[in-house]
């Protein structure tokens, strides 16, 4: 018999699809992001794939750089009846082999959002 598997994360991941607002924020300070298709303060649609605590997996169709800052701004009234944004580091990217939510995955490392959100989003995703 199989023994069963422990997660390996701190912080377990909760699996939910949600569209969400993105802006970008930054580039890496030793990055210009010239190739980029978005400058910073530029907007850009994302798919939720799943969220922790300190971090969430997005799809969308851009490729951004590894430290690139983002907001993301969640809009959901199931979550909570007031948009709010939670700013997430890019940690790392991947081409998608479907691009059924976005040619591109990102993940994310949140820096910086009100706890209580954040705790309503991860409550929301793990229901």
Request: with cysteine; proline share 4%; aromatic share 8%.
């Amino acid at each position: 018999m199989k023994k069963p598997e422990k997660e390996s994360r701190r912080h377990p991941r909760y699996t939910q699809i949600l569209g969400v607002s993105c802006k970008l924020k930054r580039f890496p300070d030793d990055l210009t992001g010239e190739k980029s298709k978005l400058a910073p303060g530029e907007s850009f649609r994302a798919t939720t794939i799943n969220v922790s605590e300190d971090g969430m997996l997005i799809n969308c169709d851009f490729l951004f750089p590894e430290r690139t800052t983002i907001i993301v701004t969640v809009h959901d009234e199931a979550i909570d009846k007031e948009k709010f944004e939670i700013i997430c580091r890019i940690e790392w990217t991947k081409r998608n082999a479907y691009k059924i939510f976005g040619r591109y995955a990102a993940g994310l490392h949140i820096v910086e959002g009100a706890k209580d959100k954040i705790v309503k989003l991860i409550k929301h995703f793990s229901e």
